[in-house]
């Protein structure tokens, strides 16, 4: 099992930009895969975007597609999430989680939860 933080999360105004980061500690060398979901009251966890340590694969929901950028720093255990153009539709608590199989556009192919950031986008 792993623990994952998440931090980097604030109020911006449209147009601007967030980088979130998701530090993993403890050990689980079965985890090749990890994502970024994002949850507003009253909604399903929505998916956001997938990174896959072979290959460097990443994945994005069609709308952050273009804005928003994946990464992961190994040596830090560290995954980010760099957001760009911000609008206020992209205001809601984001995730980041361990992907164990199957879709990863779904919250159940995914453990170890982190506690979320909150991220504002409003003038």
């Known amino acids: 099992q792993v623990q994952l933080v998440e931090s980097g999360g604030g109020l911006v105004h449209p147009g601007g930009s967030l980088t979130l980061s998701c530090a993993a500690s403890?050990?689980?060398?079965?985890?090749?895969?990890m994502g970024w979901f994002r949850q507003v009251p009253g909604k399903e966890r929505e998916f956001v975007s997938y990174?896959?340590?072979?290959?460097?694969?990443?994945l994005y929901a069609d709308s952050v597609k273009g804005r928003f950028t994946i990464s992961r720093d190994s040596a830090k255990n560290t995954m980010y999430l760099q957001m760009d153009s911000l609008k206020p539709e992209d205001t809601a608590v984001y995730y980041c989680?361990?992907?164990?199989?199957?879709?990863?556009?779904?919250?159940?192919?995914?453990?170890?939860w982190g506690q979320g950031t909150q991220v504002t986008v409003s003038s």
């Open positions: 989680a361990a992907h164990r199989g199957g879709d990863h556009r779904y919250s159940s192919s995914y453990d170890d």
């Open positions: 990174i896959r340590w072979s290959h460097t694969i990443t």
């Open positions: 403890g050990s689980d060398s079965s985890i090749n895969a």
